[in-house]
């Protein structure tokens, strides 16, 4: 049971990585790949802040 839940984990974590890497490939093109992963991730934390964060009011 341990076995099969490290190996789906594993998969589920591989494609997150691929799917990062496609948007970056895709939104900012093969040239400066660690700068749009930079970008990308910066993107995708102020995303994610947003998600966590309650609204003030």
Request: proline share 5%; aromatic share 16%; glycine share 4%.
């Amino acid at each position: 049971m341990l076995r099969t839940v490290t190996r789906l984990l594993a998969w589920f974590i591989l494609f997150i990585v691929a799917t990062f890497c496609w948007i970056v490939l895709i939104e900012h093109g093969p040239d400066d790949f660690v700068e749009g992963c930079r970008i990308e991730a910066t993107n995708f934390k102020a995303i994610f802040m947003r998600w966590v964060t309650p609204p003030a009011h």
